[in-house]
């Protein structure tokens, strides 16, 4: 689906360099002592339900785990080389006390963090430990959403995000990831403790990128796509009809 970008409350705490250097060092062509980084760990996304009536389940949080290893930190989610200023070196999903608004134990993923210690990176690190850096939102792609009420894909009812059906509460989980592509800092939150930004641009800028790309050797990728690329030609009406026949078919299937 479209690349989300959920963001969050840093939350930032000092990560242990002189435990961890063996794990940065993985990253770097030299090795780095402790001295020479700067550590930190970042609240990155949970499995609340979110401003946007979205959530991850609990498996995406871990298959993201994997999936940021490694990944860059940059700022406002601009893709460029410039604007590079940490990267995750490791990653956790940590259990909370609670339970979400889907009904399941809460838990987030946690980030750490390196970036050098220098003249650049100096003001960026004084800012965080003052509080002034606090969000991060991450950027990523998953490849289901899948509606609360009836079980069906986005796109393939007529059930609207936030609505409460006989009691109960319509929001969409976000299951099986495919990619991370980076965190970013920025400067307003979009959720409560985890949220959702999708734009235009962004769409606009993935769809020049996509026709514009080689997709030889891409073809799992693109046979995913296709599923989703039908559904936005469906018309309303079709589409409504066909919302209904998977909700009686969901019925019937509990039966």
């Known amino acids: 689906m479209d690349r989300l970008e959920k963001t969050k409350a840093?939350?930032?705490k000092r990560a242990d360099a002189a435990v961890d250097i063996s794990l940065i060092n993985q990253y770097s062509m030299k090795e780095l002592t402790p001295e020479e980084v700067y550590c930190f760990t970042a609240r990155l996304c949970d499995n609340e339900v979110d401003r946007d009536w979205e959530?991850?389940?609990?498996?995406?949080?871990?298959?993201?785990?994997?999936?940021?290893?490694?990944?860059?930190?940059?700022?406002?989610?601009?893709?460029?080389?410039?604007?590079?200023?940490?990267?995750?070196y490791k990653t956790e999903v940590v259990k909370e006390d609670g339970q979400t608004a889907a009904g399941d134990q809460r838990c987030y993923l946690r980030g750490y963090a390196y970036m050098l210690r220098n003249e650049q990176t100096a003001g960026l690190i004084e800012e965080i430990e003052a509080g002034i850096k606090k969000e991060i939102s991450v950027g990523c792609a998953v490849s289901r959403c899948i509606c609360s009420i009836c079980g069906a894909e986005q796109g393939y009812c007529e059930h609207q995000k936030g609505q409460e059906y006989n009691g109960k509460l319509c929001f969409f989980t976000l299951k099986d990831p495919t990619d991370a592509y980076e965190?970013?800092?920025?400067?307003v939150p979009a959720q409560r403790c985890a949220g959702v930004t999708k734009s235009a641009k962004d769409l606009d800028g993935a769809f020049s990128t996509l026709m514009e790309a080689d997709?030889?050797?891409?073809?799992?990728?693109?046979?995913?796509?296709?599923?989703?690329?039908?559904?936005?030609?469906?018309?309303?009406?079709?589409?409504?009809?066909?919302?209904?026949?998977?909700?009686?078919?969901?019925?019937?299937?509990?039966?």
């Open 183 to 187: 965190w970013s800092f920025v400067a």
């Open 55 to 88: 959530r991850f389940d609990e498996a995406a949080l871990t298959s993201l785990s994997q999936l940021y290893l490694g990944k860059t930190g940059i700022f406002d989610h601009m893709w460029t080389a410039k604007g590079q200023v940490a990267r995750l």
């Open 10 to 12: 840093l939350t930032a």
């Open 215 to 255: 997709l030889a050797g891409q073809a799992e990728k693109v046979k995913a796509l296709i599923p989703r690329l039908q559904a936005t030609l469906i018309d309303d009406q079709e589409r409504s009809v066909r919302a209904k026949i998977m909700a009686e078919n969901a019925k019937f299937l509990k039966k």
